[in-house]
């Protein structure tokens, strides 16, 4: 009983662990994308597409980060409940 308790609390972090680190790929390749593409479009003499770019870039990496974390909040407050989301308006 300890053993498969010890496990499933061992899998769970390890899956906790594994989304952060994806997130923070994720938003390290947005942010990347974003300024290497403003960069080069700042040397090519358009300075209001390459803020554009960067705003963009900032952009979907913010909603990357939030959206990884409303996941995690509403699976913890799930994982607590036994209540999943389809189920708030029974």
Excluded at 8 to 19: E, Q, T
């Amino acid at each position: 009983m300890t053993t498969t308790l010890l496990a499933a609390i061992d899998l769970d972090l390890g899956s906790h662990k594994l989304l952060v680190k994806g997130t923070v790929v994720l938003v390290a390749l947005a942010l990347l994308g974003g300024f290497g593409r403003a960069v080069a479009v700042f040397f090519s003499g358009r300075i209001g597409q390459a803020f554009a770019w960067a705003a963009a870039g900032v952009v979907i990496a913010v909603i990357i980060a939030s959206g990884a974390g409303i996941y995690m909040s509403v699976k913890r407050s799930a994982d607590q409940t036994q209540i999943t989301t389809g189920q708030y308006g029974e």
